[in-house]
């Protein structure tokens, strides 16, 4: 069978991959574990050495690797560079941090000597989404690494070019050969990988659904998981907030990648005080966003990754409007011709519990607004989800913002007059049906790591 890649922009073949069969599955797997073996007793600073050597190849070959981006998931070019670059300043800081996170920590205890030290687990299996074909992979990869581990990619079938790219990068930057490989498998073969003895541990970013299945398989073989899953994420825009500016972060939070982030915004609350004035400011903005060619210099959205999202896109809106919605801006699939999978910015207004905006994620650049009455009321339909990825809060007053931030709302990364985003000094992940663990930090280096007790009398 084959995999193929299809550009979102025209519905043209990229390129098609053969899939690998069974037995070479196994072979990638053997011949990472053996790579393994020899990797886990390099020193801090030799693996240092080559996530530096990466970074540096990434920022070289950049434009590139953001053209290939915007061929196989439509992602515009600058973007695209800019997600490069965020690559590369990952594997730097655990070049530069991650012997000190990993360094063995005294306990003092009735022991002559007691300590916890930190041993890779081996190889790690990685499942990876479309949205971020480079940036999702190394948040793992460069911690994964520098903690001793091998790794094995399973990457979303319509970014496989992108998942080639990568494991020549890592073998070009000195890196075992087989220290990372690439499976080129689809989705039902996993749960066989994830089987295997020497594969010691799974992480998976992708939908709810997926991170389900996945947990399940692992569960069952016992093997660790770090799941990075949807999200609904709230903002919420209180009364005294700075109207302008909140309406141009919650547009970019809204339509960061397309619309297609999990930590993009997708439910705006505003409280009553202003959500006409905010819905005045925030629709002149979207608006104002040009849908094209990722490749044109002009162009703030491009297609969506693939059709049939852009259709199960379109369903969720047409099923929202028929059970109250008002459509403000959008809601309709473009008339572009000859174009493929493009989705123009769209806005939904009135969007009340038992809707199906109001519990579903919508991944695409579709925003939905909900009325609160009061701030009360806001912090409680922000938590009334069954997410908890991030969430974002607009107010004046930065202290109370930041209470409210910090107890009030249920998720893993809370922000204060700021849009969500991941940032390699903080740990990032969800709660709920947004997963769990983290990634990122010195907590997400520790995730894939045996925290070993070493007791000496």
Avoid at 10 to 36: F, M, R
Avoid at 153 to 163: E, F, I, R, Y
Avoid at 183 to 212: D, N
């Amino acid at each position: 069978m084959s995999i193929i890649s299809i550009n979102p922009a025209n519905g043209k073949l990229i390129k098609s991959y053969k899939e690998d069969s069974e037995k070479q599955v196994s072979g990638k797997i053997e011949k990472a574990h053996t790579a393994w073996l020899k990797w886990r007793n390099t020193s801090f600073s030799t693996r240092a050495e080559l996530l530096k050597n990466a970074a540096a190849l990434l920022l070289t070959r950049k434009l590139e690797l953001a053209t290939l981006m915007a061929k196989e998931m439509g992602k515009p070019l600058p973007a695209g560079i800019a997600e490069i670059e965020k690559c590369a300043a990952v594997c730097d800081y655990y070049a530069a941090n991650g012997a000190e996170f990993l360094k063995d920590e005294a306990i003092k205890t009735k022991a002559s000597k007691s300590y916890v030290s930190f041993q890779p687990l081996g190889v790690v299996l990685a499942v990876m989404p479309w949205n971020f074909p480079f940036w999702q992979l190394f948040r793992f990869l460069a911690p994964a690494l520098m903690a001793g581990n091998g790794g094995l990619l399973k990457h979303a079938s319509n970014v496989t070019g992108c998942a080639v790219a990568i494991e020549k990068l890592i073998t070009a930057a000195g890196f075992p050969k087989d220290i990372f490989k690439v499976l080129v498998i689809s989705s039902k073969f996993v749960k066989q990988v994830i089987a295997h003895p020497l594969v010691k541990a799974v992480t998976l970013t992708g939908s709810t659904e997926a991170g389900k299945q996945v947990a399940q398989q692992a569960g069952y073989y016992l093997k660790k998981t770090v799941l990075e899953l949807g999200g609904s994420d709230p903002y919420l825009v209180l009364a005294d907030a700075d109207l302008e500016q909140a309406a141009e972060i919650c547009m970019q939070s809204r339509l960061i990648n397309n619309g297609q982030s999990c930590i993009a915004a997708k439910r705006f609350i505003l409280v009553k005080e202003i959500e006409k004035e905010f819905t005045r400011i925030f629709l002149k903005k979207m608006q104002s966003k040009v849908t094209g060619d990722p490749f044109d210099a002009h162009t703030d959205l491009g297609p969506m990754a693939r059709t049939d999202l852009r259709d199960e896109l379109h369903q969720q809106v047409k099923n929202n409007i028929e059970a109250g919605a008002k459509c403000l801006l959008g809601g309709k699939i473009p008339d572009f011709k000859g174009k493929h999978a493009y989705y123009t910015p769209t806005v939904l207004s009135g969007i009340r519990k038992g809707m199906p905006g109001y519990e579903e994620e919508i991944f695409g650049p579709v925003a939905l607004i909900l009325s609160a009455k009061n701030e009360e009321e806001a912090i409680r339909i922000a938590n009334d989800s069954p997410f908890g990825l991030g969430a974002a809060i607009f107010t004046a007053n930065v202290k109370h913002g930041e209470e409210l931030a910090a107890k009030s709302l249920n998720a893993g990364s809370c922000f204060v007059n700021s849009l969500v985003k991941s940032d390699p000094r903080l740990p990032f992940g969800g709660i709920n049906q947004s997963g769990y663990g983290r990634e990122l930090s010195a907590f997400g280096i520790r995730e894939f790591v045996n925290i070993k007790t070493v007791y000496v009398k």
